[in-house]
């Protein structure tokens, strides 16, 4: 099992009747998973299997290629993308706790009961590519992690912020409080929105910042406590911003991404939690282009940024081990990085 993962999956056989896997969603073309698969497959020793990008627009029609593709014997599970991830979940037997509480599915496998029959189980796995991805710079660590490795906080040291209000963003917040951040500050143009992300996640600790006043303010508020702001996610797509509170949006973000950082008195933590990271870390979702103009403003303020890129690639090992049961080796990951990153 793995942190995003956690069930023991069977290894599957290269021979197995099950071998077929793609994305499905619309517009679809763009996608470079099959790209990053043709090169992992076979480097996992799983030369048949074969990972496609299927056209799908709705799940409404009994007839959509969803539906009748995971009714194939070769079906081995999928990853659904926009505009599928919420209506997917009618379509499921099973339906994991991270996924009900993100409120969407990206990435969906079949479990075998003990009386031979299969279910098919959704779940979110945009936490593993958003946790990992931080993780590998919270550690000094690629993914796969040792098992000794700590992959969390202790309570009350590591603060996150969030910027953006989407689906993404809800995998994000997911994917920071599982490794010990809380709380976790929220940037995002729309009030009502960020009230809504509030109210699905009653039991973590999300503060909204609403102006620059207020984050200044809040983060004043946070040194005292001790508390450190130690890691970032940006889930906006990179466009200049247009209306008042896009523009908002950014200038509460270098508002942010300005406040001092400073480790050197912070307490000791044990060799089985996180230690705080020399600089903050921020992680961009989205790559296109691969420098955003937020990822740009949390570089000029010397905080350490992740590329979007690295979210696609942990999102894709993890769903290897969901559809195949083998952990990506790293040196398959980093064949894949190549592949990406010559996108």
Known sequence: ????????????????????????????????????????????????????????????????????????????GSCVTMPLKLAVMDHLTEITPQAKLIGSVNTTYFRTLPDGTSVQVGTNLDTAGVGNS???????????????????????????????????????????????????FLINRDATETAAIISQFNDLDLRPLENVEAAKAALAELDKSGVRLAAGVGAIPSIEPVTEAEKMVYEVAKAVFE???????????????????????????????????????????????????????EGCFEQTYAWTGKIVPLEVREAGRKVLRAE
């Open 1 to 76: 099992m793995t942190k995003f993962v956690p069930e023991e999956r069977p290894v599957v056989s290269p021979d197995d009747v099950r071998n077929r896997v793609a994305i499905y969603g619309t517009p679809i073309s763009h996608s470079v998973a099959p790209s990053l698969f043709d090169v992992m497959f076979p480097a996992l020793g799983l030369p048949k299997y074969k990972y496609s990008a299927i056209d799908c627009k709705t799940l409404d029609d009994p007839n959509n290629t969803w539906t009748t593709s995971m009714a194939l014997p070769s079906a081995l």
């Open 134 to 184: 931080l993780l590998t710079v919270l550690t000094g660590s690629p993914s796969p992690f040792p098992e000794d490795q700590p992959l969390q906080f202790a309570p009350g040291v590591a603060a996150g912020l969030m910027i953006g209000g989407g689906g993404a963003t809800r995998a994000a917040i997911y994917a920071m409080n599982s490794i010990g951040i809380s709380p976790i």
């Open 259 to 313: 406040h001092p950082y400073d480790v050197s008195d912070a307490p000791a933590q044990p060799a089985n939690v996180l230690s705080l990271p020399s600089k903050p870390v921020h992680l961009e979702m989205a790559y296109k282009p691969r420098m955003t103009l937020i990822r740009k403003i949390a570089e000029d303020r010397k905080w350490q940024t992740i590329c979007g890129v690295e979210v696609v690639l």
